[in-house]
């Protein structure tokens, strides 16, 4: 604080960059959590990692000479070691090797925690690190101190508590996660709410699918995708499968109730289309018991009852349906039971389609012929309507 000039009325003081009280001034209390404040680069580094995704994780600590919690270290990229300024998934690596063996700290990292509930595959998880090995007395301090960061970080949803980088693993979060219950649904408000822009992965995700797809020599990498919206309203990526998936695991990951977007692509060879083995499906999981805020959310309007054309364009389908537009091939709009997307189901359409019998071909062109006369017969009525207008009378 100062000093007392022994024959002088007067105090000199030294800055201190935080106010301390008499009593640890004349004498150093132990740090307890009351104690603690925040540095403001605190925030500053907790919004790069959680609103502005210029960073993959930061690692905080308590600076004992000031009684601040301080960040110390941070993940994020030089221009050359990400791709549109988004998070490397390879910083993880990075994150856990920052993280002292015998010292406590706090870790804000994103992680892909998008197949679970609302949660995305940039789920923001703040850890309590308390290693074995740390001082007895420090582990106490930070894990009693937690509370002070949780406060603070109002987006935070997933807090974890971890002693070995075993229990910092995506598997060991899930884990806890689902042992703590079942997941939480998409909290849509009651106000309107906008959807229309892509979680960092799902970019990146379709970006390889269309250029594998565009390819001669490439192997595909996914047999089937799962998108949802997730709880900060992007469109993100719930679950992905190589090809040699098994096909339940695809079902699996299409919720009782809760909406999705499915992708399956289907091996068609046995069909005997050499120039086209595969056939990608699109669909809009809508099941009956999902909430009904959230199944208007998805809804698409394919059916014409609700909207036109144009307006469903809009919708967070008609977006998600615009961006796999180069990837798939069949639309079966919207589903709302397994039965509908089965393997069996998907296969009958695909014959349907490339090896037709006699009697289906027969169908289709009268089929054709008959959208081929309403065309008509609507052009007919809007030159009717036109020739009216024209007069001045009134079309009936």
């Known amino acids: 604080m100062g000093n007392v000039a022994e024959s002088h009325n007067f105090v000199i003081f030294q800055w201190h960059r935080r106010p301390i009280s008499v009593g640890q001034a004349a ?22 990692v959680v609103e502005y995704l210029e960073s993959s994780y930061v690692i905080y600590r308590i600076d004992e000479a000031e009684s601040v919690i301080i960040p ?39 992680m892909d925690l998008g197949s679970y509930g609302s949660l995305c595959s940039f789920e923001p998880v703040l850890f309590t690190w308390l290693p074995e090995t740390a001082p007895a007395a420090q582990r106490k301090l930070y894990e009693e101190s937690t509370a002070i960061l949780t406060r603070a970080f109002d987006r935070v949803l997933v807090f974890h508590t971890a002693t070995d980088h075993a229990a910092l693993s995506n598997g060991a979060v899930l884990d806890r996660l689902v ?39 490439a192997t595909a990498t996914y047999g089937h ?3 949802k919206i997730n709880r900060f309203f992007t469109l993100d990526v719930a679950q992905t499968g190589d090809p040699a998936a098994p096909y339940d695991e695809f ?12 992708l399956y692509t289907l091996d068609i060879r046995d069909l005997g289309s050499d120039s086209h083995p595969t056939l990608t499906f699109f669909f809009t999981w809508i099941p009956g018991a999902a909430p009904e805020k959230t199944r208007s959310l998805y809804y698409s309007g394919s059916d014409g009852t609700a909207m036109g054309a144009y ?26 039971d397994h039965s509908a997307v089965s393997r069996d189901a998907l296969w009958e359409k695909a014959r349907r389609m490339f090896k037709p019998t006699e009697a289906e071909q027969e169908w289709d062109k009268w089929e054709e012929k008959k959208v081929m006369q309403e065309a008509r017969d609507a052009e007919q009525e809007a030159h009717i309507r036109q020739a009216e207008a024209e007069e001045g009378g009134i079309y009936y």
């Open 27 to 48: 004498r150093r209390e132990p740090l307890m959590s009351g104690n603690l404040d925040l540095d403001p680069d605190v925030m500053t580094a907790y919004s790069n």
């Open 72 to 110: 110390e270290n941070d993940g994020s990229q030089d221009d050359e070691d990400s791709e549109d300024g988004e998070p490397d998934p390879r910083t993880f690596d990075d994150f856990l090797a920052a993280l002292p063996a015998d010292e406590c700290r706090w870790g804000l990292c994103a």
């Open 179 to 217: 042992a703590a219950g079942p997941s939480r649904g998409l909290p849509v408000p009651d106000r309107a709410v906008s959807v229309d822009r892509l979680a960092p992965k799902t970019g990146q995700l379709l970006m390889q699918i269309r250029d594998e797809a565009g390819s001669e020599t």
């Open 225 to 227: 995708v799962i998108f």
């Open 251 to 262: 079902l699996a990951g299409l919720p009782a109730d809760d909406c999705r977007w499915g």
């Open 311 to 336: 307006e469903a364009s809009f919708t967070p389908t008609g977006i998600m349906r615009d961006k796999v537009e180069v990837i798939a091939e069949y639309y079966l709009g919207d589903v709302s």
